[in-house]
């Protein structure tokens, strides 16, 4: 059973350019959430996807967007990147209903300079 | 969902002592959930405790629940150096999605 892997690991990008994040889920879970952890903070929730569709969405603004695949992979773009977008980027999967817990990807750490 | 409070922000102890932490949160909770992050990796699921137990135990954890003071603590016995992480709580409350607060950050010193 493999666990939840993110790509890439680290990533530097400049103010204005386009990100794309990527997370293949564990085996066997069908709900995907990503996470933005800015420096000495707690993971704030960006949005849910459950069966291809989003399922939930914290407070960021709509450059930041995503996408599920029918192998319950998932992608998280960054339009328009701005400085303060610079953290590291957590992706979960869990099987709904959850009972079990989220297992967590490693993370992308992001800068924008 | 619901967001969980950590307490306290900040914990220092040396090896060996047992390091305790609390979470509290403000509606009812479903499925309250811990979890570890070691500095700028992933989080870890450590343990989850329902509405309807009141302690639950896991190798050197302990994690109590009073749902009267809307209220979870996580113990931690005989730190060590490995357990220096930050530790959050989070209850997805039917909504399956985890709200996390700031967490706790433990330093364990050899």
């Known amino acids: 059973e493999t666990g939840v892997t993110q790509s890439p690991t680290h990533l530097i990008k400049t103010r204005g350019q386009q990100v794309t994040l990527r997370c293949s889920s564990q085996?066997?879970?069908?709900?995907v959430s990503w996470y933005q952890q800015a420096l000495g903070q707690g993971p704030q929730f960006i949005f849910q996807?459950?069966?291809?569709?989003?399922?939930g969405r914290g407070n960021f603004p709509p450059r930041f967007s995503g996408l599920q695949f029918p192998n319950y992979s998932s992608e998280l773009n960054v339009n328009a990147l701005e400085l303060d977008d610079s953290a590291l980027y957590l992706c979960?999967?869990?099987?709904?209903?959850?009972?079990?817990?989220?297992?967590f990807g490693s993370g992308t750490r992001l800068t924008v300079v | 969902s619901q967001q969980g409070e950590e307490d306290p922000q900040a914990l220092s102890i040396q090896e060996g002592e047992n390091a305790t932490m609390n979470c509290s949160y403000k509606t009812s909770i479903n499925n309250l959930q811990w979890y570890r992050q070691n500095s700028g990796r992933g989080l870890v699921h450590l343990i989850l405790?329902?509405?309807?137990?009141r302690e639950k135990h896991s190798g050197r954890l302990r994690v109590t629940l009073d749902t009267s003071k809307k209220s979870s603590s996580l113990l931690i016995t005989a730190s060590r150096a490995a357990d220096t992480a930050s530790y959050f709580c989070?209850?997805?409350?039917?909504?399956?999605?985890?709200?996390f607060g700031t967490g706790t950050r433990l330093q364990v010193f050899p």
């Open positions: 979960a999967s869990s099987q709904w209903p959850n009972n079990y817990g989220y297992t």
């Open positions: 996807y459950y069966r291809e569709e989003e399922n």
């Open positions: 085996s066997g879970h069908n709900t």
């Open positions: 405790i329902r509405s309807n137990e």
């Open positions: 989070a209850d997805p409350y039917n909504t399956d999605k985890l709200i």
